[in-house]
């Protein structure tokens, strides 16, 4: 473990107890990072705790914020990271770890503190919509019927595999819906089982939203599941993990734009994990809305 030979920086250190790794690496992530020169800040934490919250209230009292949980402590914590403009350590101590997997963040916890001692940070971009941040992916259809299936009882079971067991049930009952989507000036309907709008590249446990998409790439992108009947989404799962769809309604979205969907009924809107808004809904792009830590490459020289 790497020690600091400058001033100690203080840490504002969020941990989801409540998660079975949580609970378990919660004194040995202490310990690396004391040990690794941070002096680190503890908030009391229940169910109900707001992680923006705490980080705003700690602003002027810390030099960086470190949470320790997966994408949904995460998500709770974006809206904090953008208005104290605090750096961000990741611990990935979740199920999915869609925000570690597509920074290149290692799941190992000495490996993941050894990032955060070393300093070096990227500036990333944030997915928007209708007043909620998102680091990975904002979904409506079939995504929030998984979500809704996810219950930490499964997820504890099953680890990863909870998401492909609850999306082939979920899959099984789902019907098929009409969506109209607006991006500028071009307008497009469909009839779909999910719509994904992403900003990272991966989501719901390693499937990627598009081949070449990057969280600091300064776009959206945005694709339709077109299927009519569950057996046709089979020939679709290559393109789910390797974001390649052959459906026309695959669509972008740049800084100063806004993708604009519509649906008959409302319906909810999945972020990161976390069901917080329906339908209608705005989308759009903030770029380098704040900074990560990531492992340190050759051509990048520790920033903090």
């Known amino acids: 473990m790497l020690r600091s030979n400058v001033l100690k920086q203080r840490a504002l250190l969020l941990v989801n107890r409540r998660s079975r790794r949580g609970r378990k690496l919660l004194k040995p992530a202490i310990a690396q990072l004391e040990a690794a020169g941070f002096e680190l800040v503890q908030p009391y934490l229940d169910r109900h705790s707001d992680y923006s919250e705490l980080i705003t209230a700690h602003r002027d009292r810390v030099d960086l914020v470190i949470i320790g949980g997966g994408d949904g402590s995460l998500n709770a914590a974006a809206r ?16 999915a770890n869609d925000l570690a997997r597509t920074l290149a963040l290692p799941t190992d916890l000495s490996q993941a503190c050894q990032v955060i001692a070393r300093g070096q940070t990227q500036a990333v971009d944030l997915g928007w919509v209708n007043g909620y941040y998102f680091f990975n992916v904002a979904s409506l259809g079939l995504s929030v019927k ?28 789902f019907r098929p819906f009409r969506a109209e989507i607006q991006i500028g000036d071009r307008r497009l309907q469909t009839k779909t089982v999910q719509i994904a709008v992403g900003n990272g590249r991966y989501y719901g446990g390693g499937l990627s939203v598009a081949h070449d998409a990057a969280i600091d790439d300064q776009r959206l992108d945005l694709y339709s599941l077109s299927i009519n009947h569950w057996w046709q989404i089979v020939p679709l799962l290559p393109s789910l993990y390797h974001g390649r769809y052959p459906s026309p309604l695959t669509e972008q979205c740049g800084p100063g734009e806004t993708i604009e969907i519509r649906t008959r009924r409302h319906r909810h809107i999945n972020t990161d994990g976390e069901i917080h808004t329906t339908t209608p809904a705005q989308f759009r792009v903030i770029p380098q809305a704040l900074r990560i830590f990531v492992p340190v490459t050759a051509a990048s020289p520790p920033t903090l």
């Not at 904090?80 to 199920?95: A, N």
């Open 80 to 95: 904090g990271l953008v208005e104290t403009q605090l750096p961000l350590g990741v611990l990935p101590l979740g199920t």
């Open 146 to 173: 998984i979500t809704q299936g996810l219950t930490s009882g499964v997820k504890r079971r099953w680890g990863v595999l909870a998401y492909a067991l609850v999306a082939l049930r979920s899959l099984w009952r």
